[in-house]
């Protein structure tokens, strides 16, 4: 049997030429790979007219072929007794992405065993990880790690498109940005963005062609009410030098800073229950004294005896800013009922404004006992 040549996956081998007077010369090729995380061996055998059996085999280590360290993939020689040189080849799957390789072809015959020249190549890495990604506007929330694949970010109103860059782990890694295909750390074409969210995908495909990660990121592109809030409680939270989130409670009072906002209490100072809402005068004629809390009011009626309202505070922004104030009631303080009427405003002092409710008779066939203000953010 005579090996005459033999090409593999992964790089590029120096030929070395055997001479020996029984076999003729053996040659070590370039290696290539076929691509999906597999590699191809390639080579010829000259059988010499006598049967002939041929393998690829391959290791971990140099020189160390023989199982346990090595394996082998038997390739067919057709045919297996000509006298020319004849093309045998196979692919090779389920490699460790990164890791070089060693291999040799073997052929075996009546006149004995023949190796060829041994050769390496680097199995395609498996890394689909990215390295880095950023949006032309607006701020990844969580910050950007490799191992996080979801992010969410929101941009004005104004922002009308946005260009992703990202950037791969592994330099031979390709990605597609929403199915067109991307650069590496060169920022896309602009993106349009809707307004409401909007779903980019960045699907990273690994060097062995087969390992894929995908990264999900919303943009939320805000409404011109969402602008006009974000606005008015970032400016508002810089006022009392807070935390600028709406469910935060610094002052530990129980009322989130959104509460506080829209009810024109100070977030800074532990109200506790204590900050009451303050007026003189009647429904008919009332002055706004002081911000607070929402409570109940009664005051006497010639047609019903007594006139009971829910008293709160609102912002007189609240439709600019699309902020909402949804009025409850309720008998036992679990089956809630929103209010059939529309507030009243009484009094306006400067950014706030006193709104009145009238109490309704029943809630689902029982006396009304108790309201609430449900406060909604756009």
Do not use: C
């Amino acid at each position: 049997a005579v090996i005459v040549g033999v090409t593999g996956g992964g790089q590029m081998l120096v030929a070395r030429v055997l001479t020996h007077s029984a076999f003729p010369p053996v040659v070590a090729l370039q290696a290539s790979s076929s691509g999906s995380g597999s590699v191809t061996l390639n080579g010829t055998v000259n059988p010499r007219g006598k049967a002939t059996t041929a393998a690829f085999e391959y290791s971990l280590f140099d020189g160390f072929f023989n199982a346990p360290a090595g394996q082998s993939a038997s390739v067919t020689v057709t045919p297996n007794d000509g006298t020319t040189p004849q093309a045998v080849s196979t692919t090779l799957g389920g490699l460790q992405g990164g890791s070089t390789y060693y291999y040799r072809l073997t052929a075996t015959s009546a006149d004995g065993t023949s190796h060829s020249t041994t050769g390496s190549f680097v199995a395609p890495a498996t890394n689909a990880d990215l390295a880095s990604l950023t949006l032309s506007t607006g701020t990844l929330s969580p910050a950007f790690a490799s191992g996080t694949t979801t992010y969410a970010a929101t941009v004005p109103n104004a922002t009308s498109s946005v260009t992703v860059t990202a950037s791969t782990a592994d330099p031979v890694a390709s990605f597609t940005l929403n199915g067109s295909a991307g650069v590496s750390g060169s920022p896309s074409a602009p993106l349009n963005l809707n307004v409401g969210a909007n779903v980019l995908t960045v699907l990273v495909t690994a060097a062995d062609a087969a390992t894929t990660k995908s990264y999900t990121l919303t943009v939320t592109r805000l409404t011109t009410q969402q602008d006009a809030f974000e606005a008015a409680f970032g400016s508002w939270a810089g006022t009392h030098s807070i935390p600028a989130g709406e469910s935060h409670d610094p002052d530990g009072d129980g009322k989130t800073n959104l509460e506080e906002f829209a009810f024109g209490t100070n977030p800074g100072s532990n109200s506790s229950g204590t900050d009451v809402l303050g007026f003189i005068g009647a429904f008919a004629g009332a002055t706004l004294t002081e911000t607070g809390q929402p409570t109940v009011h009664f005051e006497p009626s010639a047609t019903s005896g007594v006139d009971r309202r829910a008293l709160f505070i609102r912002r007189t922004d609240h439709a600019l800013l699309g902020l909402s104030y949804v009025v409850e009631f309720s008998a036992n303080l679990s089956d809630w009922q929103p209010s059939a009427a529309s507030p009243s405003s009484l009094a306006i002092s400067g950014d706030h404004e006193l709104v009145s409710v009238k109490y309704p008779l029943f809630v689902r066939g029982r006396p009304a006992r108790f309201f609430r203000v449900r406060i909604i953010a756009p």
